[in-house]
């Protein structure tokens, strides 16, 4: 049989019209979060930008500056004091805190703890305690005129030293972000252990290995996933720490000051010293250091995982 030529017209360089439909249909999808997304995160970041490119003098008004908010930025004393006490937070309080977490998920995975649920929910109430509820009540029993502190002193007759002093402040303040995050991390490694199959450890112990080699070998390894994402997350917290500071401050003033973290420092240059374009500098630069040292965490846990 003879073949029929195709109908003049037709051919296979214009897409169907219900695909092109189809294609609109899927950005219509993704409208709605580029939207918000845009609002909410791309435009006051691009706002911070612009507005650390000026600066407001006394005479001539607000003028373009170009970088010289970043190169004062740099020079700044207290920026680096507040960046230096939020780096020796993030390299103390950090691994404290995830390695109490990883041996309480450890211990709930392990099935050999009695009341497992109930530590489990005990350990991770902290966490829907909200900041500054968890900061006041704290903050007053570190009081050593007033609060658990005096308390004890006076019962005693001891000399408890005082947890809101310059020297021992920012341990206080790691003290509480650790009783805050630690059932937050715990229910990040416990659901990780949930999805390592259970024959592993079948396996492991027919071959005589022992617990303490199960958890090197097998349960940390196979949740280094989850430990670098809790780890990013934490030095995410360490370099945005403001709230338990900002809190503790009006009961510790001679410890805390306004360039006590560089959270706070931004926070009082722009409501305080109406500095806002040099607060502005101060986030992006933050937010830029911050961005660096988590994506090489990242890096270097992907690298060891792979």
Partial sequence: MAAIPPPPGTGRAAPPRGRRGRRWLGWGFVAPFMIVFALVFLA?????IYLSLFRDRLIGGTSF????NYVQAFQDGQFWSGLGRVALFLAVQVPIMLCIALLVALALDSGRLHGRKFFRITIFLPYAVPAVVATLMWGFMYGDRFGLVADINDAFGASLPNPLSPGLVLASI????TWEFVGYN????YSALHVVPRSLYEAAEIDGASQLRIVTSIKIPAIRGALVIATIFSIIGSFQL???PSILKPLAPNAITTYFTPNLYTYSLSFSG??????ATVAIVMGVV???IAYVVQLRGMRKEA
């Fill in 274 to 279: 109406q500095q806002h374009n040099y607060a």
């Fill in 242 to 244: 403001f709230n338990e």
């Fill in 44 to 48: 006051p970041i691009g706002y911070s």
């Fill in 174 to 177: 790691g003290n509480i972000v």
């Fill in 65 to 68: 500056v170009g970088l010289d």
């Fill in 290 to 292: 911050t961005m660096i």
């Fill in 186 to 189: 715990m229910l990040i490694f």
